[in-house]
């Protein structure tokens, strides 16, 4: 299998989420991917399977598991795509469900992916598992933003969504990865959306990944999507919205993140951004 390195959500290899990319799998089990994602060692590494009616699969996984979606991935499996096919539009048969992506390319060379989520859907969080996502992060409850009430938020993989009341708070991110990824594991969930309301229109995020064996994700656009949901199901935003999402800041990565979000009730969220070839290691 030929595997590309691709950064999404930045327009430079310093900044972004890197994400392995292999566009033809084809015959690849799921050992060998288990086996090349680990010895990738990004967040998630995308394993394309062409179909003969010229959609693709997409398998995602990341060192240590399979994920049902992921979003940078998404982003970089398109972006790659077009390097080979050309610019247009994709459809993505994953494991969560059907997921179309457009690719373009801008004026400067920049070629950038926008997908159209699942149908994202938003649930309560338990009182037992926010007070474990709290303990395992070292919050307390006065450290939450209660204008954005914790919930579990899904557009493609489930994440709880908590809201610091701070950018102070949500910089100082010191957890107990094992306690933390020993609760994800059982609940299923993928990352935890860690989230600050800078704005109507700009959000900044941290998402710690444990079940992956990954500390934090530098850029999240399955959470992002999810995110968008969130919002729309709890009525935080003037629909149709657009909105952008800061993340990776805190790690040396800086990621953006741009969301829309229809009026629609249950309609899939857009999630788009840039994304760039890394150099081949050495």
């Known amino acids: 299998m030929e595997i590309l390195r691709y950064v999404a959500f930045a327009t430079r290899p310093s900044g972004g989420n890197p994400a392995g990319v292999v566009l033809d799998a084809t015959g690849a089990d799921t050992a060998e991917m288990v086996a090349v994602a680990a010895r990738v060692g990004y967040s998630e590494t995308a394993f394309v399977v062409p179909r003969p009616d010229g959609e693709l699969d997409v398998r995602y996984f990341s060192p240590k598991a399979e994920v049902p979606f992921c979003g940078h991935a998404t982003v970089a499996t398109a972006v790659a795509w077009a390097g080979l096919h050309g610019t247009g539009e994709l459809a993505l048969h994953t494991a969560a469900g059907l ?8 004026a400067d060379g920049v070629v950038r992916a926008e997908l159209v989520s699942v149908a994202p859907r938003v649930e309560p969080l338990a009182p037992e598992d926010l007070a474990g996502v709290l303990a395992a992060l070292r919050w307390s409850p006065a450290d939450l933003d209660p204008a954005l009430p914790p919930r579990l938020a899904y557009g493609g993989a489930w994440h709880p969504v908590v809201a610091a009341a701070s950018r102070e708070r949500l910089a100082d991110l010191d957890y107990d990865m094992a306690a933390l990824g020993d609760l994800m594991a059982r609940r299923g969930w993928t990352t935890v959306d860690l989230v600050w309301r800078e704005s109507a229109q700009v959000f900044h ?5 444990p079940p992956g064996g ?5 850029a999240t656009g399955a959470a992002a999507a999810a995110f968008g949901g969130y919002l729309r199901e709890l009525g935080l935003l003037d629909l149709p919205a657009a909105f952008t999402v800061h993340q990776g800041d805190d790690l040396g990565r800086p990621s953006v993140i741009t969301v829309k979000v ?13 994304a760039v070839p890394l150099p081949d290691p050495a």
């Open 214 to 218: 990954v500390v934090e994700d530098p």
């Open 262 to 274: 229809p009026a629609e009730p249950g309609s899939g969220i857009a999630v788009s951004g840039a």
């Open 99 to 106: 997921v179309r992506v457009t690719t373009r390319e801008d």
């Open 205 to 209: 995020a941290r998402n710690p990944f």
